[in-house]
């Protein structure tokens, strides 16, 4: 996590807590919005408030050559505006109707996704100073990288003696407020038609990448893929060392006539030869 020089330089890595001296997290100007949300967890927690959701607005501090003296800006310091949040603890309040579970990755990217509605959210793996290396991923709209979200780092749990890992995120606002405004579209006349599809992938290939060959369809009748089950069958199954079983439901529609069954069956039938091609899949027996 890179830090401006702001006079002595922070002892704790930019992640404010006590067991650094005080004034250490006041000696440089924030890279990330990490640290005040995880000092935040850490007084609620002194004060016995086990399920804490918190949330930030404020700039951090980036060198960037490219940025020139002007109308509050510094020569070579980017100062964008963030938006970060912090949800740890059980995922909902105490209640009859299900059993308790701590929050988990999925849900706040589940807040993600409805926060940045209708524009379609996208994960993938990232490696970040702050988050758990094998439970973080950066955050993407279309071909642009908007922010983070992740377990916080064992290192920084273990550091500020916290009992379990906090979920966190971070983005751009601007990524919040330049939004199109929604337009109409007719709802199709023709009912859609799913069919679900199973296959074997190796384990280098992506849910992404898997999806988007899917959904690459010329004729246009592939509307949606979504993954509803993944699982790695045992060697009694067939199945090759490094493979593992994504199952897909896709939906089908054309919006000027009802699907035969020979339409679905060719349209399938190329989504499965484009999954081969592009990513080595091949339809699970």
């Not at 603890?89 to 509605?117: H, I, M, N, P």
């Not at 990288?145 to 906090?166: F, K, M, N, S």
């Not at 090759?240 to 020979?262: C, I, K, N, W, Y």
Request: hydrophobic share 45%; proline share 5%.
């Amino acid at each position: 996590m890179m830090r401006l020089r702001c006079g002595k330089q922070a002892g704790n890595g930019g992640l404010p807590g006590g067991n650094s001296e005080t004034s250490a997290p006041l000696a440089a100007m924030r890279s990330s919005l990490v640290g005040s949300m995880v000092a935040a967890l850490r007084r609620n927690l002194a004060q016995r408030i086990d399920r804490v959701r918190v949330f930030e607005i404020g700039r951090v501090y980036r060198r960037d050559p490219s940025v020139v003296t002007g109308d509050g800006a510094v020569a070579g310091v980017a100062q964008p505006v963030r938006v970060g949040g912090l949800a740890y603890g059980d995922a909902e309040a105490t209640q009859w109707g299900s059993a308790s579970r701590r929050v988990d990755f999925y849900d706040v990217k589940g807040d993600l996704e409805a926060l940045l509605a209708p524009y379609e959210l996208r994960c993938k793996p990232a490696q970040h100073p702050a988050l758990h290396p094998g439970r973080s991923a950066d955050l993407w709209l279309g071909e642009r990288c908007i922010g983070v979200v992740g377990e916080l780092h064992p290192r920084w749990r273990q550091a500020y003696e916290l009992p379990h890992a906090p979920m966190v995120f971070e983005l751009d606002a601007s990524a919040l407020q330049q939004r199109e405004l929604p337009s109409f579209v007719a709802i199709g006349r023709f009912q859609a038609v799913q069919r679900d599809q199973a296959f074997l992938v190796s384990d280098r290939v992506s849910h992404d990448q898997l999806l988007a060959a899917l959904l690459d369809d010329p004729s246009g009748l592939v509307r949606r893929a979504a993954l509803f089950d993944l699982y790695r069958p045992d060697a009694a199954a067939g199945v090759a060392p490094g493979e593992h079983s994504m199952a897909v439901r896709l939906e089908l529609m054309d919006d000027a006539a009802t699907l035969t069954e020979e339409r679905i069956e060719a349209a399938l039938s190329a989504a499965r030869e484009r999954a081969l091609e592009r990513v080595g899949a091949r339809l699970r027996s």
